[in-house]
């Protein structure tokens, strides 16, 4: 079993995000749905699904197609970084032995993505000698624009500039990370998010291994946050993340995207809320386990 959590810039329209999700679970056989997480300010919606391999890349390349015919990049708003309506698709082995399997379906993907729907697509993590989301995003959608079309960079697949208004899509095999999500207690500044980002982000002054984290200031909530990717959770637990976080200001909340391996929350802090948060349906072993 592999899981796929496709990223689409679009958090605010019901109707696309249920589009979304019915073309994703219609256009493979036996793909499970484990979860949506839709957030406006983001602009943002990540699905989590299962499936045998060979059965999530005709899935992807069915949510692709409704992003394509739905999502324009020329109207989106969102402080997420992103540089496509498919933004990223990860395929997840949850075991060293399913490496293969995942690179396989992530190459299978990305081809599809190319010659159905005339997508750019870019390589990131292992498939790609370890270059990251960030360094493929820097700048937005515009910036990808200008270096496809200079030639700057090129797509490991599909064609050689932009999709006019979907964008291209990154692609990548990987392991098991925590997208995690702490809002700071007023009066936290976004200034200041952006800071502790900074210090406790891998390379920064109280760097934790395999953090990337930057600071966001949420609109429709009023808030401050620091949003995280644990790309190491055997090696930085979400406790250490809280606890790098609460040296500098105080957590009010924490947030979840997706699912999350059942190790990430061993020492959790019980007096930090997680709206929404529900072990059985957010803990991969746990939902893989309703579905099987």
């Known amino acids: 079993m592999l899981l796929a959590v496709p990223n689409f810039s679009e958090g605010r329209d019901d109707a696309t995000i249920d589009a979304l999700g019915h073309a ?38 069915a949510g692709a197609r409704v992003a394509v015919e739905r999502i324009d990049l020329r109207r989106h708003e969102g402080v997420h970084p992103h540089v ?57 959608p515009a910036e990808l624009v200008r270096r496809l079309a200079a030639g700057d960079l090129q797509p490991d697949f599909g064609p050689p500039h932009a999709h006019p208004s979907a964008g291209a899509t990154l692609v990548a095999a990987r392991a098991p990370l925590v997208a995690f999500n702490v809002t700071l207690r007023p009066p936290a500044t976004l200034e200041q998010a952006r800071e502790i980002a900074a210090r406790i982000r891998e390379g920064g002054a109280e760097g934790l291994p395999g953090l990337r984290a930057i600071g966001l200031h949420l609109a429709h909530q009023q808030e401050v946050q620091v949003s995280m990717n644990v790309e190491r959770p055997d090696l930085t637990p979400l406790r250490d993340v809280v606890q790098a976080i609460a040296r500098h200001a105080e957590p009010a909340a924490a947030e979840l995207i997706g699912l999350a391996p059942e190790r990430a929350f061993d020492g959790f802090p019980g007096d930090l809320p997680i709206p929404g948060f529900d072990p059985d349906a957010h803990l991969i072993e746990r939902a893989l386990a309703r579905v099987n």
């Open 24 to 61: 994703l679970t219609r256009g493979g056989d036996g793909v499970h749905l484990l979860a949506t997480h839709r957030d406006p300010d983001h602009n943002r919606c990540v699905f989590t699904l299962a499936g045998e391999p060979g059965a999530l890349a005709p899935a992807l390349l």
């Open 84 to 140: 496509g309506a498919l933004d990223v698709a990860p395929l997840v082995h949850l075991t060293a032995q399913d490496r293969g399997a995942a690179c396989a379906e992530a190459l299978v993907t990305a081809d599809l993505l190319a010659r159905h729907l005339q997508l750019p697509v870019l390589l990131y993590g292992a498939l790609a000698q370890g270059r990251t989301r960030a360094e493929l995003r820097r700048g937005g």
